[in-house]
């Protein structure tokens, strides 16, 4: 990363890109950054540059030596006496200021009580070398890197709130139907939140469907027009097809199973733990003798 005349880069040696799609923020891990040092910024980022804590500039695309400012932008920089450089004199923080997507998943209890899963998927980006400084001195990191991942543990519960104010005083099946208020509630709650990060939100997605399966099919059901009960009748038909029971057409249009004219008629075996009933006895046979045979017959 910091190769011939010390250039300091998101680059690795093997030139691949640090500043993938799931990072918003990178620190450069080595402490060989120093006066005359070239921090080179690529068109999609954003380089703050800070010394002992303080920022002392934040840059765009190009490449610049570093040097000791006049003027600290942010913070106070205290002087130090070391023999030759100091470690760690300058940090190179570099911030990536392309649109990146980031996705939130979870539950919510429509007005009936029903669950509910939501997935809400938006994009942000940094703006402005002023907000490329906010995301510096407001949204912590740990490692090297602040992921979309982790931005997302701080935005997921302001979306979750956001969503249940809607949901909740919705019924069920008028959930779908308030998408538009949902997006609106959402985007507005989450850029009032992102801003004070230095971050700008640019469109949300939402998505909310039942959360149980069964529930889902029969709202699906229902939304070809049938009724309550014709929708449970015709669901218990699905499910008797897939288990090979012939007369599942007979529970979708709500008539008798008929086998050849005949209403068949199984009889449901007691379950009980009386004693068995006992067997008849067999009818006695009349002994030979008895039997008249017709005369010239042996």
Known sequence: MAGFRNVVSTLLPDGQEVMGPNVLLWHYPNNDIMNGSLLTVESNHFCVLKSRGAILNVYETGQYPVETPQKVLFGSLQQAFYGGQSPWQYEALYINRAKLVLKASGTALSRELALMTYDVDYY???????DAALVVQHMPYRGHALTTEEVNVYAGPVV?????QV????????????IHDLTQI???????FLSG???TLDMVKVLVFPGDERMRQLISLKAFGLSEIDAVRYYT?????????ISAPN????????LGGV????PVPMMTHSAPRPQAAPVPRPPAAAIIRPEGER
């Open 160 to 164: 979750e709130q956001a969503i249940n």
């Open 124 to 130: 942000i980006h940094v703006t402005s070398k002023e």
């Open 197 to 199: 990060y230095g971050i």
């Open 263 to 266: 209403i068949p008629n199984t």
């Open 251 to 258: 529970m979708a249009i709500g008539e008798a199973f008929h």
């Open 186 to 192: 959402v985007h507005e709650h989450l850029q009032e």
């Open 237 to 245: 038909a699905i499910i008797m097809a897939e288990n090979g029971v």
């Open 167 to 178: 949901v909740q005083v919705t019924p069920l099946e008028q959930v779908n139907e308030r």
